[in-house]
Antibody
Framework: QVHLVESGGGVVQPGMSLRLSCAASGFTFSAYTLHWVRQSPGKGLEWVAL????????DYGDSVRGRFTISRQNPKNILYLQMNSLTPEDTAIYYC??????????????WGQGILVTVSS | SYVLTQPPSVSVAPGQTAKIACGGN??????VHWYQQKPGQAPVLVIHYDTDRPSGIPERFSGSNSGNTATLTISRVEAGDEADFYCQVWDVSSDHPVFGGGTKLTVL
């Protein structure tokens, strides 16, 4: 059974950094592209970042590019999101999600339970 | 970048049919995926590639996609279907996903 479990969230002050982790189990971790998606309180889903199965392709949403870094450790089945220069607008629940792709389209078949990041002074 | 438009809310009585629209320029040429998100929970995939239901999703959930509108249809709506629903496509030009703004389904 596929499981994705996020950790590392919490309350941080503006300008500080935080690293999220997503521990995966129940599938061949190295065979999938993985994403981070966030949801601000009371708002919709916002794509944050993606990382290909072998780490060769990374991309970021405009609102986080240059501040966030996505990485993975395939032998340990862990996905990371390093978040620097945090602002209150980064306050959100962060989800990691598995993203299979076929025919040029990708979707999210499994999501973690989410982890809350609050940026506040 | 590509934009997906959903109505903020849809209301339906129990036992009736709910239709949730997702508009986008020539969306019929893209594959549309739908997620259900209940309060306090992570999203769950309910339809992928326009019409396909993942294992465990009731047959009451179906999808269609043509022209400028994709539609998620929920037949024989139950109180437990109340949730936010999001459509999603893959934007080939930017090579990343795009989400609709979400629709809150209320069961009267």
């Amino acid at each position: 059974q596929v499981h994705l479990v996020e950790s590392g969230g919490g309350v941080v002050q503006p300008g500080m950094s935080l690293r999220l982790s997503c521990a995966a189990s129940g599938f061949t971790f190295s065979a999938y592209t993985l994403h981070w998606v966030r949801q601000s309180p009371g708002k919709g889903l916002e794509w944050v970042a993606l990382l290909s199965k072998d780490g060769s392709k990374k991309d970021y949403g405009d609102s986080v590019r240059g501040r966030f870094t996505i990485s993975r450790q395939n032998p340990k089945n862990i996905l990371y999101l390093q978040m620097n220069s945090l602002t209150p607008e980064d306050t959100a629940i962060y989800y990691c999600a598995r993203a299979p792709c076929t025919g040029g389209s990708c979707y999210y078949d499994y999501w973690g339970q989410g982890i809350l990041v609050t940026v506040s002074s | 970048s590509y934009v997906l438009t959903q109505p903020p809310s849809v209301s339906v009585a129990p036992g009736q049919t709910a239709k949730i629209a997702c508009g986008g320029n020539n969306i019929g040429r893209k594959s549309v995926h739908w997620y259900q998100q209940k309060p306090g929970q992570a999203p769950v995939l309910v339809i992928h590639y326009d019409t396909d239901r993942p294992s465990g999703i009731p047959e009451r959930f179906s999808g269609s996609n043509s022209g400028n509108t994709a539609t998620l249809t929920i037949s024989r709506v139950e109180a437990g279907d109340e949730a936010d629903f999001y459509c999603q496509v893959w934007d080939v030009s930017s090579d990343h996903p795009v989400f609709g703004g979400g629709t809150k389904l209320t069961v009267l």
